[in-house]
């Protein structure tokens, strides 16, 4: 059954590539992906499979029912763009301004729609029961998959699996680990209110800029002094801003950011101990500063029988020529959401292109497209092999 099912994804592997090229060139951004869901609809209705719409906002959700006993199976895709514009000179460019997916979510659309419709095309042959799960808004936080699991996109699974086609990995990779793989990723809002004035002077003001600038170097201390040299984290200051004519001294900065942290100690650590230097800071300078910390996605925790069983299976993919037991990385995922509650793993698939590599969420992203077929290949494979 396995080589059935390889062998009718290398027949389709066309198909998948103008899916993905249809979707790169019509992206939508996170919660507004509205044609992109019609799209998925239509293309599970044509075939004639069951689905849900409209889950937990713009989530789609189709179900495919084996003619045999076995377990429910869930794979994930994820299917928003990105608010940037796009500056490859290719045949298949966003057509849309300012909007692209530079993170291979079309990609991993197209993955699933093929591999959902060869499943259901053999779908008498084959044990248990699978859930495509069509997920909007991984993006941007709080984003998709909570609502999705909210209005049942879990019940009755017994098990999970998810990939992310990786631009900076070498094609023919795969990438898994057991454990942390990928970090929580929170973001951070600061406002500086001081009080301004005229630049030459200086004494009759309290300097927003200044009193920003301490913040950039106060914080920056924390990770280097304040995190177990043992546990990893990342503070960034993304944005600082105080734009002002040149001759006056800014009222008001404000600065934002991200935290990313693999432990719930090390993101509270973090989050109080941020607080703490903005308040010590604003006494320091006599000015108000205003602190927010917004937790996003918790860190992607995969679990040990799913990742292994996961790890086995995939050496004997047609296109692998690696499984490699990579270290957690920074980025963040709400795949987590889904890992929290029911076992499952999540694994990256190499898709680094021919030529100058560009990395994730680059205005010049793009990833090698045979890598798709790989993708497929290897969910397919875990999802109608894990019954056994």
């Excluded at 044509?46 to 794979?75: C, H, S, W, Y």
């Excluded at 290719?90 to 849309?96: L, N, P, R």
């Excluded at 070498?170 to 001081?194: H, K, L, N, S, W």
Aim: charged residues 25%; aromatic residues 8%; proline residues 6%.
């Amino acid at each position: 059954m396995i080589e059935k099912i390889f062998a009718e994804l290398d027949n389709a592997y066309p198909e998948m590539v103008e899916i993905r090229r249809h979707l790169h060139m019509n992206p939508e951004p996170s919660f507004h992906e509205t044609k992109t869901a019609k799209y998925i609809r239509d293309f599970y209705e044509d075939l004639g499979v069951d689905i849900r719409f409209g889950v937990g906002g713009n989530g789609v959700i189709a179900t495919v029912r084996g003619g045999k006993p076995g377990k429910t199976v869930a794979l994930r895709a994820d299917f928003d763009a990105l608010p940037i514009q796009d500056q490859k000179e290719t045949s298949y460019k966003s057509t849309v301004p300012n909007v692209v997916h530079a993170c291979g979510h079309d990609g991993h659309t197209a993955t699933l729609l093929v591999l959902g419709k060869i499943l259901h095309s053999l779908r008498d042959e084959l044990p248990g029961t699978y859930v495509l799960i069509h997920q909007h808004a991984e993006e941007l936080a709080p984003g998709g998959a909570k609502p999705m699991i909210e209005d049942g996109a879990l019940e009755g699974v017994d098990v999970i699996f998810g990939t992310h086609l990786w631009s900076t990995t070498p094609f023919g990779r795969i990438d898994y680990r057991t454990g942390p793989i990928m970090a929580a990723a929170d973001r951070f809002e600061i406002t500086v209110q001081g009080r301004g004035g005229h630049g030459a002077m200086p004494h009759e003001t309290v300097d927003a800029v200044v009193t920003g600038a301490q913040l950039v170097t106060n914080l920056q201390q924390l990770v280097a002094r304040r995190v177990d040299p043992l546990e990893s984290a990342v503070l960034t200051i993304a944005s600082f801003i105080a734009e002002n004519p040149f001759n006056i001294i800014a009222d008001q900065s404000k600065l934002n950011g991200t935290v990313r942290s693999f432990t719930e100690e090390t993101r509270t650590l973090m989050e109080q101990e941020m607080e703490r230097v903005a308040k010590g800071t604003a006494i320091a300078t006599n000015s108000a500063i205003d602190f927010k910390f917004h937790r996003g996605y918790p860190p992607v925790v995969t679990h040990e029988k799913e990742t292994e069983f996961l790890r086995d299976l995939a050496a004997d993919v047609p296109g692998v020529t690696e499984v490699f037991n990579c270290p957690p990385q920074m980025g963040g995922e709400d795949f987590a959401y889904y890992l929290e509650k029911i076992p499952g793993t999540f694994f990256f698939t190499g898709a680094m292109p021919d030529g100058e590599v560009y990395p994730h969420h680059h205005p010049k992203f793009d990833f090698k497209e045979e890598a798709m077929l790989i993708a497929a290949k290897t969910l397919g494979k875990a999802a109608v092999t894990c019954h056994e």
